[in-house]
């Protein structure tokens, strides 16, 4: 019996490290009410920020993992009020640096690749789902899909050197949207 009791604490106590190194974050929630959620990964190298609202019943899935890089994705569907304010931003050097970047220097950026993803809305009996990647040093992927009705705002922007990739879209009413933002894939 001592070895049983032994064993399941061993194993709380593994997962419970698990938990606290804060290389996964996830959650599952299913409500007759309102639901507001808000994550963020702050690195030297990228930024990652999501807020999410949700009225009446709805259910919401989402995951954030650090890698090589953060990987994250949100699955939300609510019969009410939708919010939708999630954001990327991502360096990318390409082998050219040789240091990390430290906020508080000056780097001549002239090297890196800047890319970012937005997405802000606001929808009614609708469902939002969005997967985000990024590599350290290496490509950003984003893809989201809408299906209902309100008003949405897709931003994709990715910046050398010498050129700028701009998109803006916006969409208002009934939609069913899916959008892909490759940027950095040789």
């Known amino acids: ?66 890698t090589n890089g953060v990987e994250s994705s949100i699955s939300a569907s609510s019969s009410g009020v939708l919010g939708v304010d999630e954001y990327l931003n991502h360096l990318r050097n390409n082998g050219q640096l040789d240091t990390p970047l430290c906020v508080f220097d000056i780097q001549d950026l002239g090297s890196l690749n800047r890319d970012e993803v937005s997405v802000s809305g606001l929808l009614h009996n609708s469902t939002y789902v969005s997967s985000r990647s990024d590599e350290v040093n290496a490509k950003t992927l984003a893809n989201t899909y809408i299906n209902g009705s309100g008003l949405i705002l897709i931003g994709k922007k990715s910046t050398n050197a010498s050129a700028e990739l701009n998109e803006l879209a916006s969409a208002h009413g009934r939609m069913s949207i899916f959008d892909s933002v490759k940027f950095g894939d040789e």
Request: negative net charge; charged residues 15%.
């Open 1 to 66: 019996m001592r070895t049983i009791i032994f064993g399941i604490l061993v194993i709380i106590g593994i997962i419970s490290l698990g938990i606290t190194i804060g290389d996964v974050l996830s959650s599952s929630v299913i409500c007759d009410g309102s639901y507001w959620v808000h994550s963020s990964v702050l690195d030297q190298n990228e930024t990652h920020g999501v807020n999410l609202f949700t009225t009446d019943h709805a259910t919401v899935d989402r995951e954030t993992r650090i």
